[in-house]
């Protein structure tokens, strides 16, 4: 394949933070970096971390995938984990094998290390989704979940979960309240006022530490996208 074909194809999965590191809108992904860094404390570690959004389709999987890859490439072990059962993308993402992720930890006797796929970026490793199960809340609720998040906090340092939406199913509700901290995607044009609203009660509602809004910018794919924190 050459270099060209390559790059087209990183970029139509929306990896700017690879394909275009010093652009601003890969900047403003490392702005959040330095945000989320500095919101962590001796006291109130933030190792894992919830993405969501109020609905579909406003950013939350193009931005866990690049807040990981700005993570890996300040030199942290970063695992992003696609726990989006329903619509899963990290593994189209990265191009990886889809056969074994999540799912299959929640429920078959796998070890983590036999589901865990490296990247082609240093110090970033990948859970993905696994098959579809038919029940992904009772799986993401369960006590094997939490045994997960335990075993995969010694091997790194930040752990990433790209979820469904928060306010159609209590998917990222139940995750939000097993993490340290997390983070709601706001997309211009696309998220609406209410359903914002909705989205913040629900995670109130299961005292989740949210740690900001990230603005999803409606240019993104010009390059001129703007994030903020
Ligand atoms: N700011 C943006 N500008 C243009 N396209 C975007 C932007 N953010 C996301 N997208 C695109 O929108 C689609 C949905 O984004 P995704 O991150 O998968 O959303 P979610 O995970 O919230 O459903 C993808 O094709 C993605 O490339
Ligand atoms: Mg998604």
Redesign the pocket.
């Given at each position: 394949m050459s270099k060209k074909h390559k790059e087209t194809q990183t970029k139509a999965v929306?990896l700017i933070t690879l394909t275009d590191p010093s652009s601003p809108v890969s900047e403003q992904y490392r702005t959040i970096r330095t945000n989320i860094q500095f919101a962590s404390s001796v006291d109130r570690r933030l190792q894992t971390m919830v993405v969501t959004?109020s609905g579909?389709?406003?950013?939350?999987?193009?931005?866990s995938a690049n807040l990981a890859v700005v993570f890996a490439k300040s030199g942290q072990r970063v695992l992003l984990v696609d726990a989006?059962m329903r619509?899963p993308?990290v593994y189209k993402t990265f191009q990886l094998n889809n056969t074994v992720g999540l799912s299959t930890l929640l429920s078959t006797t796998k070890e983590v290390n036999e589901a865990i796929q490296p990247t082609v970026v240093d110090n970033l490793s990948i859970l993905t989704s696994g098959p579809k199960p038919p029940n992904p809340s009772e799986l993401l609720g369960s006590q094997r979940m939490n045994q997960v998040i335990q075993e995969l906090k010694n091997y790194f340092d930040i752990i990433i979960f790209?979820m469904p939406?928060v306010v159609t199913v209590t998917d990222a509700q139940i995750m939000a309240s097993k993490v340290d901290g997390t983070l709601l995607?706001v997309?211009e044009n696309v998220t609406n006022k209410e359903s914002l609203m909705k989205a913040k009660d629900l995670l109130k509602l299961v005292n989740a530490h949210v740690l900001g809004t990230v603005y999803?910018?409606?240019?993104?794919?010009k390059d001129q996208?703007y994030y903020y924190y």
């Open positions: 929306g959004s579909p389709v406003e950013g939350k999987s193009t931005t989006d619509k993308t790209d939406p995607v997309r999803n910018g409606a240019t993104q794919t996208g």
